[in-house]
Nanobody
Framework: QVQLVESGGGLVQAGGSLRLSCAAS????????MAWFRQAPGKEREFAAA????????YYADSVKGRFTISRDNAKNTVYLQMNSLKPEDTAIYYC?????????????????????WGQGTQVTVSS
């Protein structure tokens, strides 16, 4: 079992920055991939970014590439999502997720069903 707790959401103006944190606990993580998904009002939950726990390999959705950075601190068992140049369309609930790393090609690990553990979500609101 893995427990995930997100924090760091809030209200920010367009062009601003926020850093989300996801504290993980419960089991060893070396064979896990960690990801951030987001769900805007009235829309389906979508993939934003992922990072492998052991080697720190990353992958981003096109919509956030170049603006968001995912990272992890192994000592703190925490994953971060640094969000810069925020846009109103980034407004969503952001969820941290963990899943078993089943492939070398992490670009294929972008669907909800590939992740077994989820946090409760944190709201990010970007005003125009």
């Amino acid at each position: 079992q893995v427990q995930l707790v997100e924090s760091g959401g809030g209200l920010v103006q367009a062009g601003g920055s926020l850093r989300l944190s996801c504290a993980a606990s419960g089991r060893t993580f070396n064979n896990l991939i960690m990801a951030w998904f987001r769900q805007a009002p009235g829309k389906e939950r979508e993939f934003a970014a992922a990072i492998t726990w052991n080697l720190g390999r990353t992958y981003y959705a096109d919509s956030v590439k170049g603006r968001f950075t995912i990272s992890r601190d192994n000592a703190k068992n925490t994953v971060y999502l640094q969000m810069n140049s925020l846009k109103p369309e980034d407004t969503a609930i952001y969820y941290c997720a963990a899943g078993l790393l089943r492939t070398w090609d992490i670009a294929t690990m972008t669907t909800l069903r590939q992740y077994d553990y989820w946090g409760q979500g944190t709201q990010v609101t970007v005003s125009s």
